[in-house]
């Protein structure tokens, strides 16, 4: 069984930035894909950002309302996902989630490619 404990969200003002971070149990975080998703009051859930299994050219990949903004990174050693997120804007407000895809080597910006999620953490950013 594996759990994913996010952390790191918070209330801030438009401009600012955050790290997220999930913390993943067991010993199989290094050779699966990952991702992040976030869902607004009364919207679905909507990808954001996905990270495949070892660093390179074309690892990751985002949202296009993020692109730019966002970084996805992993430290395998650590078993732990990070979100970097700068310059938010209010419409980046939202319960911020991390996922484990279930193509180990591939993430997907569809929810139902993910198996394993963790409980989420708010994010809201005032103007």
């Known amino acids: 069984q594996v759990q994913l404990v996010e952390s790191g969200g918070g209330l801030l003002q438009a401009g600012g930035s955050l790290r997220l971070s999930c913390a993943s149990s067991?010993?199989?975080?290094?050779?699966?894909?990952m991702g992040w998703f976030r869902q607004a009051p009364g919207k679905e859930r909507e990808f954001v950002a996905g990270i495949r299994p070892t660093a390179g050219a074309g690892s990751t990949g985002y949202a296009d309302s993020v692109k730019g903004r966002f970084t996805i990174s992993r430290d395998n050693a650590k078993n732990t996902l990070y979100l970097q997120m700068n310059n938010l804007k209010p419409e980046d407000t939202a319960v911020y989630y991390c996922?484990?895809?279930?193509?180990?080597?591939?993430?997907?910006?569809?929810?139902?490619?993910?198996?394993?999620w963790g409980q989420g953490t708010q994010v809201t950013v005032a103007s």
């Open positions: 996922a484990r895809s279930s193509i180990p080597w591939e993430f997907s910006d569809l929810q139902y490619d993910y198996d394993y």
């Open positions: 067991g010993r199989s975080f290094g050779i699966y894909a």
